[in-house]
C-alpha cells in the first residue's frame, strides 16, 4: 500500500509540473523569427552606462544581456508589475492593461534602492498571449512602444526609434538573459537622440501563481486517488 501512495503522489507531482510551465515569454516581434539577442547599453558613441544595471550586480558601463525586437506573452491570470524609476527627460509612462496608466515619470532621474525595493507596485489581470501593455512617450500616439509592435534595435540613435529591451537576467552571459521564466525586466529606450541606453524606465513584470490547482490537475489527483482505493479494497478481500 505504501509503494502504491508513493506511485500516486510521484504522478500527480508530475503532472502539476507538467501544468505549471515557465508562465512568461520573451518571443518573435513585428519581424518574422527569433528576437534579436544583444546586450544593454548599446550607445553610441560607446562609454554610454545604464543606470539599472548596478542593481543587477553589473557595473553601470558593463554589459546587460536579453533581447530587442521581442513580444511577451504569457498565461492569463494576474501579474504583480514593479516600477523601478527612469533616467529621462522625457514624460515616460507605463500602461497595462487596456492603456490605463500605472507608473509616470515626470522627468530626471530616479532609481529605485534595490530590487527588493520597487518605487511603485500595482497588480493587473492580463489574458492569454500577448501582454496587453505600453509604454507612452510625452503622450506622443506616434512614440508609444506597444508590446507585440516593438520595433527592433536595428541601428542605434538616431535611426532606432522608441523600443524596449527584454530579459529574464540580464547577468546571464551564457543564455542571453533566457526565453522564458516567472519574472521579465523591461527596459525602455526612448528615443530622445542622446543615447542608446535603455534606462528610461524600468519594470519587471511577474506571474503570480495561484495556490489552486489547475482543473486537470484535480482530475489526476481524483482518478489517483480512486485507483489506490480500488487497489486496497481488492488487497482486503483477498486478504
Same mark, same amino acid.
Do not use: V
Given at each position: 500500500m505504501k509503494k502504491a501512495l508513493l506511485t500516486g503522489f510521484a504522478v500527480f507531482a508530475v503532472s502539476a509540473g507538467a501544468v505549471m510551465a515557465a508562465p512568461i515569454t520573451i518571443g518573435p516581434g513585428p519581424a518574422a523569427g527569433t528576437p534579436t539577442a544583444g546586450i544593454i547599453p548599446s550607445n553610441l558613441p560607446a562609454g554610454g552606462t545604464n543606470e539599472f544595471l548596478p542593481l543587477f550586480g553589473i557595473p553601470a558601463t558593463g554589459n546587460g544581456h536579453g533581447y530587442f525586437g521581442s513580444t511577451i506573452s504569457g498565461l492569463a491570470g494576474d501579474y504583480r508589475i514593479d516600477y523601478y524609476g527612469a533616467e529621462a527627460s522625457n514624460l515616460n509612462q507605463f500602461a497595462a492593461p487596456g492603456g490605463t496608466v500605472l507608473f509616470s515619470h515626470g522627468g530626471g532621474t530616479t532609481i529605485a534602492p534595490s530590487l527588493a525595493a520597487p518605487l511603485q507596485t500595482a497588480v493587473v489581470t492580463f489574458g492569454a498571449g500577448t501582454l496587453d501593455f505600453r509604454f507612452l512617450i510625452n503622450s506622443i500616439a506616434a512614440d508609444a512602444v506597444i508590446n507585440g509592435a516593438n520595433p527592433d534595435n536595428l541601428i542605434g #540613435? #538616431?535611426?532606432? +526609434? #522608441?523600443? %524596449? %529591451?527584454?530579459? %529574464?537576467?540580464?547577468?546571464? !552571459? !551564457? +543564455?542571453n538573459g533566457g526565453l522564458t521564466g516567472n519574472s521579465v525586466y523591461v527596459f525602455l529606450d526612448d528615443a530622445n537622440n542622446v543615447d542608446d541606453n535603455h534606462d528610461d524606465m524600468l519594470v519587471r513584470i511577474t506571474y503570480i501563481e495561484t495556490a489552486v490547482p489547475e482543473p486537470a490537475t484535480l482530475g489526476l489527483l481524483g482518478a489517483g486517488l480512486l485507483g489506490l482505493g480500488l487497489a486496497a479494497r481488492r488487497r482486503n478481500r483477498a486478504a
Open positions: #540613435p #538616431p535611426n532606432s +526609434g #522608441p523600443n %524596449f %529591451f527584454a530579459t %529574464f537576467d540580464p547577468s546571464d !552571459a !551564457a +543564455g
